[in-house]
């Protein structure tokens, strides 16, 4: 019996030609716009904002053995992750580094501070440091007290805008916390201008940025507001310094101590001096001006950095000569900052 005839029927694709010209061509286009996307991700500088802005800025320095400067950068939890020193490639680049001068006593004015010139948030600090070319950093020593220190971690966490020194916090040894501030700041900032200012005078920090971006001629310069002072025979005889003021003895010009800059060249002969090089003096202001005398800096006398009043020059405002510095610091910053010839503009003052 001859077999059946076999018959073979043509396998029929799920998809036909069509459809399959679509999903190419809908794969393609998916490719192509994922190149771009990671093209423009990779090129745009702000991509990775973010991240970078979750780098803390708070920063612990200390010293070690051979007297260089060692800091440490802080995480959330205040502990140290990051060394850097003198020579470390680390070191941010900017025109000027502004060290707020502050102590434990000082909760009010950096809170007063924080809702005038020195804004609050990090944005609102970067931004400014953007705009300026200037970076600053609150700027206190340490104590015994465990309470305070405790309440000092927690105002780093929140704001994250310290610069924390290895040393005593005390008024009588403000000229080693200014000689450690300077030092400090060489090794974590590489600028152009190290300014100390106090945590009680009300800042322009755009103007001062015009201020130290003018060409010099002098690499060695220390700018300020210029006053006479007495040179003192005996630093160790406090009733000696008002006497020599009514003597009038011998003067020397030197900067007042509510703010003043050095130049990089003259932070780096501080940094190279060894320890005990110069005399210390009861007031860090007269002290640094008779280091100044020594190395022949040239001095730079502005007037704008100690105005009474708010002008459209005035650079630091002060309550000269009543006060080195305002005479109610946490009222009257805020009472300034409303001024539009103090801010540039109307401001209203908000809350924390």
Not at 9 to 29: E, F, M, V
Request: aromatic share 12%; proline share 5%.
């Amino acid at each position: 019996m001859p077999s059946s005839p076999k018959f073979f029927y043509p396998h029929q694709p799920w998809i036909s030609h069509n459809q399959r010209s679509y999903i190419w061509i809908a794969c393609l286009l998916f490719g192509i716009a994922g190149f771009i996307f990671g093209l423009i991700a990779i090129s745009n500088p702000s991509s990775g904002y973010k991240c970078q802005d979750l780098e803390p800025r708070s920063v612990s320095v200390a010293w070690d053995t051979v007297n260089s400067v060692v800091g440490d950068r802080h995480n959330s939890d205040g502990d140290s992750t990051v060394g850097i020193d003198v020579g470390n490639s680390k070191r941010y680049k900017v025109m000027g580094f502004v060290g707020i001068q502050t102590g434990f006593g000082s909760t009010g004015r950096r809170r007063s501070l924080r809702k005038t010139w020195f804004p609050s948030d990090r944005q609102g600090l970067q931004r400014l440091e953007e705009s300026t070319g200037l970076a600053f950093r609150f700027v206190i020593g340490k104590t015994n007290d465990r309470l305070k220190m405790s309440n000092l971690k927690k105002e780093v966490q929140e704001y994250d805008d310290f610069m924390l020194l290895d040393i005593e916090e005390e008024y009588s040894k403000l000229p080693y916390k200014t000689l450690a501030f300077f030092k400090a700041a060489y090794a974590l900032f590489d600028s152009e201008f190290y300014v100390k200012a106090d945590d009680d005078i009300y800042l322009r920090p755009d103007r001062l940025s015009l201020l130290l971006a003018k060409e010099r001629s002098h690499p060695l310069t220390y700018l300020g507001c210029m006053k006479k002072g007495p040179v003192f025979t005996d630093p160790k005889l406090k009733w000696y310094e008002p006497l020599s003021y009514l003597l009038g003895t011998e003067y020397f010009i030197h900067a007042y101590g509510p703010i003043y800059a050095l130049s990089a060249d003259v932070v780096a002969s501080l940094i190279a001096l060894k320890n005990n090089s110069f005399r210390m003096f009861s007031n860090e202001d007269v002290t640094i001006g008779a280091w100044m005398l020594a190395m022949n800096v040239n001095h730079e006398d502005d007037r704008a950095l100690c105005e009474p009043d708010c002008t459209p020059s005035s650079i630091a405002v002060w309550d000269i000569p009543k006060c080195s510095g305002l005479c109610d610091p946490d009222h009257k910053m805020l009472r300034l900052h409303q001024m539009e010839s103090c801010s540039g503009g109307p401001i209203s003052v908000s809350n924390e």
